[in-house]
């Protein structure tokens, strides 16, 4: 059984997520273990067409989040609920969106979505929320280390590590078809779950070309400890890239690739090395956002990864309105998400990896990054 990982085992040297990793490409193949709960969820017992509805999501540290709040508002409106759509603090603690779900059970929300600050502290909003009477839905971020997490929806996260893993070496051997190439490694927040995910799915791909030496990250810092980037900001990863540009790449030495996670730390990276008057090397990314896509097509950032933000709120208000009709919603895959406590039900969309060779191709339907595809 694939398991994602809670912020403690993210947390730990890199050597047991690579282990952990290959376990999870093994599981990906159908060699399952036992897990440590059952896949069970609420049962569907369906309420008033017209109820409560609470989504509680973090700060808006990224243009998907400030997006997905917009989509949650007009979308449970057109499906007839009413909505309590909130956001944690700027300030990025877990304290905001604790009080944010107690207030939500509070009113009486017959379903709470949940994107959380921090997937470790709100296994006592869970339980009130459960003991209310409420569905609770983790999504985007797995919530950990409670049973009361009825269902879990998002990208299959593990696979979009895997996606910019292997984007990272298109892009160098593009530019450069023999190794050895010298990287440098950065991961998201470490109260994010799914940080450690991002990471591991990654290193499943890099590892063995790391073990081979045809990776090579010049700092040496491969622990998730020291590579990862607290509450997902720009100004933390674009300070660690320029302490990495003095410390290993002052002299002739060649960055050749930064795995980012993320495409707004992706942009940090890059002015990081703009800064430094050096060329600037393949650097990954994820969301698809409007200023990481028009530095793919001007030829900075090379890759990003498309979650249609759109796509994962429709699917989850269809998750709302099947439980409100008293249906079991849809499920994809019922053995993954062991969250500590249980085996989470979940619903996975696919991500898609977008270059300039694809970008037009795959926001061919999105009408604000389509056109600024057209070249």
């Known amino acids: 059984m694939r398991k994602y990982l809670t912020r403690s085992l993210a947390m730990i040297g890199v050597a047991a997520l690579l282990t952990l990793s290959t376990a999870c490409s093994n599981e990906r193949e159908g060699e399952t273990t ?6 069970s969820a609420a049962p569907a017992k369906g309420f008033a067409a017209d109820a409560l509805i609470g989504v509680a999501l973090p700060s808006k540290t990224s243009e998907n989040w400030v997006l997905a709040g917009d989509l949650f508002t007009n979308g449970l409106k057109e499906a007839g609920f009413q909505s309590d759509v909130q956001y944690a603090g700027a300030s990025t603690t877990v304290a905001d969106q604790q009080a944010q779900i107690s207030a939500m059970v509070t009113k009486g929300a017959k379903v709470i979505v949940i994107g959380a600050t921090d997937a470790a502290q709100l296994s006592t909003q869970v339980a009130q929320a459960k003991q209310a009477g ?6 985007d971020r797995l ?10 929806i998002a990208f299959d996260n593990f696979k979009v590590g895997q996606l910019q893993g292997q984007a990272l070496l298109d892009g160098m051997k593009a530019k450069k078809p023999e190794g050895p190439w010298t990287v440098e490694l950065f991961s998201g927040s470490p109260d994010d779950n799914n940080s450690g995910v991002f990471f591991n799915g990654a290193m499943d791909v890099l590892k063995p070309l790391i073990d081979k030496g045809d990776v090579v990250v010049g700092s040496g810092q491969t622990d998730i400890k020291q590579t990862a980037i607290q509450g997902w900001k720009a100004e933390n990863a674009q300070q660690r890239m320029d302490s990495l540009l003095t410390s290993t790449y002052n002299g002739s030495k060649t960055l050749d690739g930064v795995l980012s996670p993320n495409d707004t730390l992706a942009r940090a990276i890059i002015t990081s090395v703009k800064s430094a008057g050096k ?7 994820q969301d698809s956002e409007v200023e990481s896509v028009k530095s793919i097509m001007a030829g900075e950032q090379y890759s990003t990864i498309n979650k249609d933000t759109r796509k994962l709120v429709a699917e989850t208000v269809n998750m709302v309105k099947s439980l409100q009709a008293g249906n079991a919603p849809t499920i994809n895959d019922t053995n993954s998400y062991d969250n500590g406590s249980k085996v989470v039900p979940a619903y996975l969309l696919p991500p898609v990896i977008v270059t300039k060779d694809n970008a037009a191709e795959s926001y061919a339907n999105d009408p604000k990054l389509a056109p600024l595809t057209q070249q």
């Open 34 to 39: 036992a897990g440590t709960g059952t896949g």
């Open 134 to 139: 409420a569905v609770v839905i983790a999504y």
């Open 143 to 152: 919530i950990v280390n409670t049973a009361d997490v009825d269902y879990y």
């Open 279 to 285: 060329d600037i090397p393949v650097v990954t990314g």
